[in-house]
């Protein structure tokens, strides 16, 4: 059993040196000309094809076997992802998993801009001025990344049926970066108590996926996005924009009722991982209207540890 092990254990190692090389050779066609054309991107879909082949593979000698063996596989690996973009096509973050203590952490760069408001909407505000202080931007960056690492973190945890005793805890960590970052952060300063709106938008290949890439991605923020807003729905529970956007950062879309109703993007992974069909409609979770951080959405957690362990009987710890 340990030849087989080691055969598997090795074709990992294969595996993940294949996506690497395919990753430059991404970056190397945007380099050239900035965009990646038709007969490029059939040559990358063409190799990912065989990468995704290898991965299947992988995924059926793991099946295969014993409890016993699944668990010396697991503690053995060695599990860290760059640039991850869930299975949603919307998101980017790093992936690093400790199988020692079940870490799973999840980290999101981002780089802090702060544009400096209009003054016409200070005008009489004497005590507030429609541009950033120094201080002001250190304070609003560090309460950022204390929100989300506090309301994203530590929500629910991951069970493998096959290793009993070992459970996975999500860690989410923020961090500020001057270059390399997942979404680059454009907050805007309004006067206190106002509402602008906020946004995250990805940089989206021919494929219709974000790229997994850095220093590409943005996120329109205002300086009031921390705090509680009420979104004139029937639901009396009121948000902070900054949380909901950040559901966005890591695969989630919206799930409020709107003008343009469709698919939520992380509906098949809410199915597959509760059995549970999500309906757009204006709810208290996070990514509708309210606040509430619920198992849905954790999906793309759930799916990020399957892809970087190759091991696909995770599930939730009920």
Do not use: C
């Not at 090795?10 to 090389?21: S, T």
């Not at 949603?88 to 980290?107: A, Q, Y």
């Not at 992380?266 to 990514?287: K, P, S």
């Amino acid at each position: 059993m340990s030849d087989k092990l080691e055969k598997i254990n090795k074709l990992e190692e294969n595996i993940r040196a294949m996506e690497e090389e395919l990753l430059k050779y991404q970056d190397l066609f945007l380099a050239n000309d900035g965009v990646i054309d038709k007969a490029e991107q059939n040559m990358l879909d063409d190799m990912f094809a065989v990468v995704n082949d290898a991965v299947e593979a992988l995924f059926v000698q793991k099946g295969k076997l014993p409890p016993e063996i699944t668990f010396a596989v697991f503690m053995a690996g060695k599990y860290k992802k760059t640039n991850y973009v869930p299975l949603t096509g919307i998101g980017l973050f790093d992936i690093n998993l400790t199988p020692s203590d079940g870490r799973l952490e999840i980290l999101t760069k981002v780089k802090f801009d702060f544009i400096d408001g209009n003054p016409t909407k200070f005008a009489g505000k004497k005590k507030e001025s429609n541009i950033w202080s120094t201080s002001e931007k250190k304070k609003w960056a560090a309460e950022y990344i204390t929100l989300i690492e506090g309301r994203w973190g530590g929500k629910y945890h991951f069970i493998h049926p096959d290793m009993i005793g070992v459970t996975v805890f999500v860690d989410v960590e923020v961090e500020e970066v001057a270059s390399g970052w997942h979404y680059e952060l454009n907050i805007t300063k309004i006067p206190e108590g106002d509402f602008k709106g906020s946004d995250v938008s990805h940089f989206i290949d021919k494929s219709g996926k974000a790229l997994a890439k850095t220093d590409k991605h943005q996120g329109n923020f205002d300086s009031e996005d921390m705090d509680w807003k009420h979104k004139g729905t029937s639901v009396k529970e009121s948000q902070m924009g900054s949380v909901h956007e950040y559901g966005h950062m890591v695969g989630l879309d919206d799930e409020y009722s709107d003008s343009d109703p469709g698919k939520i993007a992380h509906q098949t992974l809410v199915r597959d991982a509760l059995g549970t069909v999500l309906v757009e409609g204006n709810y208290q979770d996070v990514m509708s209207v309210g606040n509430h951080i619920e198992k849905q959405h954790y999906v793309t957690f759930l799916a990020a540890l399957k892809d970087v362990t190759g091991l696909k009987k995770w599930q939730f710890k009920k």
